[in-house]
C-alpha cells in the first residue's frame, strides 16, 4: 500500500464548499476523506455525492452509530446506499449490535450488487485517558486490556476492523491477527499540535506500530497550506 493510501483525511469543517475544495486541493496526496457528524450534519447527506464529484473515491463515514440492534442494522443500509467505503459503530452496543449491522449492511450490498463497506468497531476514544476511564466510566480493565477486549469482540460480530489509538495497535494485532483492520486516529506529526486527544503517535511511529489506516485532520487542514503539510507527512513516512 502505498503511504498515501494510508491518510484518511479528516473533513473537521461545517460547510460543503469548504470540504470540496480540500478534496480538490488534496485527493491525490491523501487516499481517503472521513465525514464526521459537524459535516454530515451541516449539509446532510448530499455531501457524499459532492465530495465524490470533487475527487474523493474512498469516503470514511464517521457516524458512530450506536443504538438497538434494529436500528443500527437500519442505518448500516442507510449507509451503505450512500456508497460510502468505510463507516464505524460504537463496539459498546454489544455483539448483537454489530452483527445487526454487518448482516445489514452485506445484506444491502448484495441487493444493489456492490461491494460492502467496510465496518468498523469503535473501541475507546483517544480523548480518554486511563485516569478518565477509571474515575469517570468505571472501568476497571487497564485501556489496553479493554481495547484488546473489544476489539476481539468485534472481531467476532463480523466487522473488518477497529478505530484505536496507536498506543493500542499492536495489543489488537496480536490478539486478532495481521488482517484485522486497525484505524486510528491520535496521529499528530512531531510538529503539530496535540489539541484534545490524549493517546497519540506520529505518523511514521503509528505505521511502524502496525497501522492500516491513520485518520489525521486539523495538522494538515489547519495548516497555512494544507498540501504542503500533507506531503510533508508523505516525506516523513518514506
Known sequence: MAA???IILALDVSSEGEAVR??????DVVGAFKVGLELFNSTGPKIFESLKSAGADRIFYDCKFHDIPNTVAKAARAATRMGVW???IH???GAAMMRAAADAAG????????EPPMILGVTVLTSISEEML??????MNLMADQVVHLSKLAQKSGLSGVVASPHEIRPIKSA??????????GVRPSWAAANDQKRIMTPSEAVASGADYMVIGRAITASESPRAAAERILEELS
Open 86 to 88: 468505510m463507516f464505524n
Open 134 to 139: 477509571r474515575q469517570e466510566l468505571s472501568v
Open 107 to 114: 445484506d444491502e450490498a448484495h441487493r444493489l450488487g456492490i
Open 176 to 185: 486478532c491477527g495481521p488482517e484485522f483492520l486497525v484505524v486510528t486516529p
Open 22 to 27: 480540500l478534496v480538490e486541493e488534496l485527493h
Open 4 to 6: 498515501k493510501d494510508k
Open 91 to 93: 463496539t459498546m452496543g
